[in-house]
Nanobody, 122 residues
């Protein structure tokens, strides 16, 4: 599976961005998908997951929404009420297996997009 992330950019605090991740080369519906992010000098961290349901890390609950369009082989991350601490490179990831298992560790994912930079200014 090849993943292509897009949609990052510069936004002021309180603003919104919608990230996209287009998949190719596999049966999209068979994969659980996730978004991770990595800020400068920090480890890659889990943000959101879409499988049989959805799941979010606490810091983005109520602000971010993950969704998927299986017909377009694409997942999205709608990010609202952005904060400076949301600044990071955002990566989409995919894994096969149990679609109900919420995988939150980056080493549980085999397929990765190239990342898209989100910068939130204060």
């Amino acid at each position: 599976v090849q993943l292509q992330a897009s949609g990052g950019g510069l936004v002021q605090a309180g603003g919104s961005l919608n990230l996209s991740c287009a998949a190719s080369g596999g049966t999209f519906g068979n994969y659980a998908m996730a978004w991770f992010r990595q800020a400068p000098g920090k480890e890659r961290e889990f943000v959101a997951w879409s499988g049989g349901s959805t799941y979010y890390t606490d810091s983005v609950k109520g602000r971010f929404t993950i969704s998927r369009d299986n017909a377009k082989n694409t997942i999205y991350l709608q990010m609202n009420s952005l904060k400076p601490e949301d600044t990071a490179v955002y990566y989409c990831a995919a894994r096969s297996g149990n679609k109900w298992y919420v995988a939150q560790r980056h080493n549980e994912y085999v397929y990765w997009g190239q990342g898209t930079l989100v910068t939130v200014s204060s």
